[in-house]
């Protein structure tokens, strides 16, 4: 035959003690201030990459002059050695 004590279904303790709830309301106060600081370095990450595009942006504009620069001195000297021989041809018959 069975035990009494083996044969009583489960039953729930509903009573709730106060240091279970001091530890639910830390752990939800940890998760606010989780989400709060996460929040604040997304705003700070965002903030950097906005800066950083900025720059990127005057950088690319720059090089841009640069390297029209750069073809404009290219196509200087490439004149300017197709002077040369004749410079030099003229200053030995002289």
């Keep these: 035959m069975r035990d009494k004590a083996n044969s009583k279904p489960w039953?729930?303790?509903?009573?709730?003690?106060v240091s279970v709830l001091i530890q639910l309301a830390?752990?939800?106060?940890l998760i606010v201030g989780s989400w709060v600081n996460l929040q604040r370095q997304l705003d700070l990450l965002q903030h950097d990459v906005?800066?950083?595009?900025t720059c990127q942006k005057n950088f690319e504009q720059k090089l841009e002059l640069l390297s029209a620069k750069s073809i404009s001195y290219e196509y200087r000297l490439r004149a300017i050695?197709?002077?040369?021989?004749?410079?030099?041809i003229r200053g030995h018959t002289q």
């Design 11 to 17: 039953r729930l303790n509903r009573q709730v003690n």
């Design 26 to 29: 830390f752990l939800a106060s």
């Design 50 to 53: 906005k800066i950083l595009l």
């Design 81 to 88: 050695e197709k002077r040369i021989p004749e410079a030099d």
